[in-house]
């Protein structure tokens, strides 16, 4: 069961538009959210997170919007440059984020210059 | 601040066969985190230590994985016998009463 869903595997978007990555999860008791970014042999880098009682949150370009009630959340990037294209993976928490994190599939963001 | 590293980068071994890998966290991070990436899939949390303490070890096929975190810093993750679904990445991860866990870069295990 896949408690956190990124269903769009990929997403191209022209250099210095607006990158919108979206991110579903099932599981209520989901605390806190947390993207990260992930360059090829490399390990993920913590991007953004936001917690279950904000419904936003921003940091330079990035931007995550939680929607409790949709249980969806959101990452957007603005504007968008050749050095965000890599896969972006979405993560839950049922804690502060020292928790176990429950990871989506990743969407490959792709910056057209 | 030197980052999560991990060693080796790259490992190919037959079925069968034994492995394992090393990982040092951040100077001064409790918690450590060992996760299998799959490709096409999300990482997966195998173990999670708090200092040297098994915190959650659900996720870890018991039968031919086992880790260990001595002294509360280094640890290792091995795999003893291998088998072909095994072939992933391994990352390790560590965090300190941070809103994020920083991750290593990672083993690319190949199982033949």
């Known amino acids: 069961d896949q408690q956190v869903k990124q269903n769009s595997p990929s997403l191209s978007v022209q250099e210095g538009r607006i990158s919108i990555l979206n991110c579903d999860y099932t599981n209520s008791m989901f605390d806190y959210f947390l993207w990260y970014k992930k360059y090829p042999a490399e390990g993920p880098t913590f991007l953004i997170s936001i917690s279950s009682i904000k419904d936003k949150n921003e940091d330079g370009r990035f931007t995550v919007f939680l929607n409790k009630s949709a249980k969806h959340l959101s990452l957007h990037i603005v504007p968008s440059q050749p050095g965000d294209s890599a896969v972006y993976f979405c993560?839950?928490?049922?804690?502060?984020?020292?928790?176990?994190?429950?990871f989506g599939t990743g969407t490959r963001l792709t910056i057209i210059p | 601040e030197a980052g999560v590293a991990q060693s080796p980068r790259y490992k190919i071994i037959e079925k069968r066969q034994s492995v394992a890998f090393w990982c040092n966290p951040i100077s001064g991070h409790a918690t450590l985190y060992w996760y299998q990436q799959i490709l096409g899939q999300g990482p997966k949390l195998l173990i999670q230590f708090q200092n040297n303490g098994v915190v959650d070890d659900s996720q870890l096929p018991k039968d031919r994985f086992s880790a260990e975190r001595l002294k509360g810093v280094d640890s290792t993750l091995k795999i003893q016998p291998a088998k072909l679904e095994d072939s992933a990445v391994y990352l390790c991860?560590?965090?300190?009463?941070?809103?994020?866990?920083?991750f290593g870069p990672g083993t690319r295990l190949t199982v033949t």
């Open positions: 993560a839950a928490s049922l804690g502060f984020g020292n928790e176990k994190l429950t």
């Open positions: 991860a560590s965090s300190f009463d941070s809103p994020g866990q920083y």
